[in-house]
């Protein structure tokens, strides 16, 4: 058995710093747009696909999971529910979406521009407006791994699709 697996409660074999169960609580959230939703279903597929993510200990070191997170928007934080693979909990932390303010409101904006342009301008226009929204994408996901440095690790693709998931409890 490789250092990074361990056995399931089903008897598989279950990598031990994955996620593979995300839920988003959005009680109360207002109807998002079809684009939001299609958002959050493609994300939270990718991520269960392929990810890395480990809760960390107080001296740096990943704990096993497997793990399912838990995501609920609070005011001006998100609300991060960690739990064993069989639903105990492990760990409830708060992250203020402060530093995240500014790349989240650029994204919305990039976003709706970059929708609206797929139904009225040339792929070289939409080609470019997409550019611009992966490196706000990418900005806003090295925000939130520096963030969550000290409480959970993270690959690059994983905290890429866990800022979509952020946005998306956030968007109206």
């Known amino acids: 058995m490789a250092d990074d697996e361990r056995m399931g409660d089903s008897g598989v ?3 031990a710093h994955r996620l593979v169960r995300i839920e988003l609580d959005e009680a109360g959230t ?3 747009s079809a684009e939001a939703e299609h958002e959050r279903a493609i994300a939270i597929y990718d991520i269960l696909e ?3 993510f480990a809760l960390v ?3 740096g070191a990943p704990l096993d999971g497997p793990f399912h997170l838990y995501l609920r928007a609070e005011g001006r934080h998100i609300r991060f529910d960690i739990r064993t693979d069989s639903d105990s909990e492990l760990s409830q932390f708060y992250m203020a979406l402060g530093p995240l303010r500014r790349v989240m409101r650029d994204y919305f904006q990039v ?3 970059y929708y609206e342009a797929i139904r009225t301008k040339s792929p070289s226009q939409i080609q470019a407006i997409d550019m611009g929204r992966r490196a706000l994408h990418n900005e806003g996901a090295d925000i939130l791994r520096s963030r969550l440095d000290g409480r959970v690790s993270t690959d690059e693709m994983t905290s890429r699709r866990l800022f979509t998931l952020i946005c998306v409890l956030q968007a109206r």
Do not use: V
């Open 50 to 52: 392929d990810n890395s």
């Open 30 to 32: 207002p109807r998002r």
């Open 13 to 15: 074999m279950q990598p």
């Open 111 to 113: 976003c709706d521009t």
């Open 57 to 59: 200990d107080q001296d």
